[in-house]
């Protein structure tokens, strides 16, 4: 069974950064797309935000809300993918996971709480 753990999460001013990371057993992360999804409070699991994705050839896509502020990466030694943020606005606010697609199913780590405060 796919594994993914993130971590960072944390209380962060706004203009603020934050580095998540997601830990991955069972797969490589180099690959398979790597994705980072995000929820706010009061919206349902199907609401979840796409927010970035890495690509196994290495390219990776933003969502506008986030683009020029956050930056995924991929770190194959650790098997595992960052999602740097900078600049963060109260709008982050929201539970992010880790997602990767593997064999047509969906896998989603236990999610990090971040709360940017104003």
């Known amino acids: 069974q796919v594994q993914l753990v993130e971590s960072g999460g944390g209380l962060v001013q706004a203009g603020g950064s934050l580095r998540l990371s997601c830990a991955v057993s069972?797969?490589?992360?180099?690959?398979?797309?790597m994705n980072w999804y995000r929820q706010t409070p009061g919206t349902q699991r199907e609401q979840r935000e796409w927010?970035?994705?890495?690509?196994?050839?290495?390219?990776?896509d933003y969502a506008d809300s986030v683009k020029g502020r956050f930056t995924i990466s991929r770190d194959n030694a650790k098997n595992g993918v960052d999602l740097e943020m900078n600049s963060l606005k109260p709008e982050d606010t929201a539970v992010y996971y880790c997602?990767?697609?593997?064999?047509?199913?969906?896998?989603w780590g236990q999610g990090t709480q971040v709360t940017v405060s104003s």
């Open positions: 997602n990767v697609v593997h064999w047509g199913k969906d896998f």
């Open positions: 927010v970035a994705t890495i690509r196994s050839g290495g390219f990776s």
């Open positions: 069972r797969i490589l992360v180099g690959n398979h797309n």
